[in-house]
Every structure is written in structure tokens, then in C-alpha cells.
């Protein structure tokens, strides 16, 4: 069975830092990973995906990367705003396996 | 296109009732799928669909049942609800194969009494 872990639980920033946000996995024979925002009370909003032949993945100031063979994946948030503030996702294969999440807080 | 759509957006059920959470989306998608998320477990799946007629169970199915007989609709029925049900519902769906990236609607908050 497919674990996922995020760590840590919670984080706070100052506006402007730079996020860094990591996601583990136990079986390395995933085919995609994806990376989720849900802000408080809201649905997911789906941010990076990132399929198992990648090594990377970029939208804007977010950048997600994968190493399959150590089980890690790590999402990038530059020059973070209070905007970014919300609970992130990492979630492995179709049948999502998900961790329990990174809550982030973005101090203006 | 309005994505993924659930209703309702809130319900309150006595133990014992019964109540079908609906799931459409208008994206002509293969594959759907219902997760439950309850605080400091994160997301689990209970069933899901890979096309019309064909669904299988998830992580937590029991108390849950589920049938697909178009491709836009998968609802997911309580046949007696009890405390332990009281969760946030979410629906998911993406096109068919192990690549492609799933959207959600918007939850469904449920109460058991």
C-alpha cells in the first residue's frame, strides 16, 4: 500500500522567502504525482502534475520536482505572497494516494 | 464548461437516513472517483469509475455504495448513515489512462446526527 508523507505539517514565511515544500513516498512505481492548493473550507485546485518520465515541472513561480528512486518529490514556491497561503497536496497515481497536507502561512 | 459539480453543498442526516451526494462533470471523462477528507487523515478514496457500467472500491467503501450508468453522473449513495460518516465529500474526475491530471468539485460538507 502506497504511503505519502508531507512534512512538515505546517509552516510560516515571511513575505518574499521562498517555499519549499517535500512530499515522500514508500513504492517507487508510480506513474504520476500531482501537487494540489486547497484553500480553507474550498475544493482542490490541481497546481503541477508531474508524470513519472519527468524530472521536473514549471508554472510560473512554482516548480515541482520528482526522484522516483528516492521516493521524494518537492515543490518550489518563489518569492512567496500572502496570496500563496492555504493548505498544499501531494497526491501519487490515478487512484491518489494522498498526504495529509502542508498548511502554509505567508506573513505580509 | 462548468468542471466538476457536486450538490449538495451541505446536508444534515439522522443516523439511520439514507441520501445520494451527486457527482456531474461536463468534460466527456472517463474516470471518476469519490474521496472523503476528515481532519489529520487527509484524503481517502472510497469508489471509483473508469467508464460507464464498470466501478470498483477504494480505500473505504463500506457504508457507500456507487453506479455509473452515464459518463457525465456518479453519485454516491449513504444507504444508512451513521456519526462515523460525517465528513467533507469530494468528487473527482480526469480522462481515461494513468497520466492525466484530476479535477475536483467544490465538496459536499455532511453531518450525522
Known amino acids: 500500500k502506497q504511503e505519502v508523507t508531507q512534512i512538515p505539517a505546517a509552516l510560516s514565511v515571511p513575505e518574499g522567502e521562498n517555499l519549499v515544500l517535500n512530499c515522500s513516498f514508500t513504492?517507487?512505481?508510480?506513474?504520476?504525482l500531482q501537487w494540489f492548493r486547497q484553500d480553507p473550507g474550498k475544493g482542490l485546485t490541481s497546481l503541477l502534475l508531474?508524470?513519472?518520465?519527468?524530472r521536473e515541472q514549471t508554472s510560473g513561480r512554482l516548480n515541482a520536482s520528482l526522484d522516483k528512486s528516492s521516493g521524494r518529490s518537492t515543490l518550489y514556491i518563489a518569492a512567496s505572497q500572502p496570496g500563496d497561503s492555504a493548505t498544499y497536496l501531494c497526491?501519487?497515481?490515478?487512484?491518489?494516494?494522498f498526504g495529509a497536507g502542508t498548511t502554509v502561512t505567508v506573513r505580509a | 464548461n462548468a468542471g466538476v459539480t457536486q450538490t449538495p453543498k451541505f446536508q444534515v442526516l439522522k443516523t439511520g437516513q439514507s441520501m445520494t451526494l451527486q457527482c456531474a462533470q461536463d468534460?466527456?471523462?472517463?474516470?471518476m472517483s469519490w474521496y472523503r477528507q476528515d481532519p489529520g487523515m487527509g484524503l481517502r478514496l472510497i469508489h471509483y469509475?473508469?467508464?460507464?457500467?464498470?466501478?470498483d472500491q477504494g480505500e473505504v467503501p463500506n457504508g457507500y455504495n456507487v453506479s455509473r450508468s452515464t459518463t457525465e453522473d456518479f453519485p454516491l449513495r449513504l444507504l444508512s448513515a451513521a456519526p462515523s460518516q460525517t465528513s467533507v465529500y469530494f468528487c473527482?474526475?480526469?480522462?481515461?489512462?494513468?497520466?492525466?491530471?484530476?479535477?475536483f468539485g467544490p465538496g459536499t460538507r455532511l453531518t450525522v446526527t
Open positions: 508531474i508524470q513519472s518520465s519527468q
Open positions: 473527482a474526475s480526469s480522462t481515461k489512462g494513468r497520466y492525466y491530471e484530476q479535477y
Open positions: 513504492d517507487s512505481a508510480i506513474y504520476n
Open positions: 468534460m466527456n471523462h472517463e474516470y
Open positions: 469509475s473508469v467508464g460507464a457500467g464498470i466501478t
Open positions: 497526491a501519487v497515481d490515478y487512484k491518489l494516494s
